[in-house]
């Protein structure tokens, strides 16, 4: 028989064993995070891959973690500029958008939890509007930062005796998201490009 502390998955005893670990030793929860893009010779299609990390400063690599993503664009956009054989890809915007769904459900499964919100359904929901002439270089570099509008999230959620209060938590809990916060706010970001002789390598 299951562990009455089990729930949705979760064992709540281990869930709040670790938050009060994680309180006192903050350095033992720390992420380490990073992905690699791979060009693969034709303009906008990357192999991107992401597989070690680390936790608590440990670093962890196993076969299993190691994933990889074909990153592309749209065939009809492909198509208008003039690309052989248009191909139709995840365009890397879209896998960001999506990874920020993904984030906001984890996020809010953790704020639900705590203030036992019970729900049957969540379903987020993002998009925006995007303006590529900056990419394309018909734009000038410094005109990259207004190439948005403001992204719309909305966000579902369904269950019986779910109230106004129940949702306010969870709007609330939004700004709790790692990813959200990534896209956001502000972070300091300085590029660095590095060149070798190819034929050396």
Known sequence: MASETI????????FAAFLEHGTENPDD?????????????R????????????????????ATREYTFQLGAFKEVERDAGFVDPDDRPEPVEV??????GCINATLDVV????????????????VTLDPRAFFGIR?????GDVYDDFAIDVEVAGPDLTDAD????????????????MSRSHEMTPEVRVKDAQAA
């Open 96 to 101: 960001a958008l999506a990874a920020l769904t």
């Open 167 to 182: 949702a306010e938590t969870l709007r609330n809990g939004v700004a709790r998201s790692p990813v959200f916060n990534l």
């Open 7 to 14: 729930k949705h998955g979760v064992d709540l005893e281990q």
């Open 140 to 144: 000038d570099a410094d005109d990259a």
């Open 29 to 41: 929860v720390m992420l380490g995070l990073g992905a690699t893009g791979i060009d693969e010779g």
């Open 43 to 62: 303009p906008m299609h990357t192999l991107a891959k992401i597989d070690g990390y680390s936790y608590g400063g440990d670093e962890i690599r196993r």
């Open 112 to 127: 639900a939890m705590e203030n036992e919100i019970e729900f049957e359904n969540l379903e987020t929901e993002v998009s």
